[in-house]
């Protein structure tokens, strides 16, 4: 997590995981982020 006064970053590693098993919300003060996939065979 990087922070300035003005904002913020955050790094995930979701190599595992494609953009549809992934979502982001923000709710009041906070940034929810899931993520979701199948095993895959």
């Not at 300035?4 to 970053?9: E, G, L, P, Q, S």
């Not at 494609?18 to 979701?36: A, C």
Request: no cysteine; aromatic share 10%.
């Amino acid at each position: 997590v990087r922070s300035d006064r003005d904002k913020f970053v955050i790094f995930l590693d979701v190599k595992h995981f494609s953009p549809e098993d992934l979502t982001v919300k923000v709710q009041d003060d906070f940034v929810e982020i899931h993520g979701k996939h199948n095993e895959r065979q």
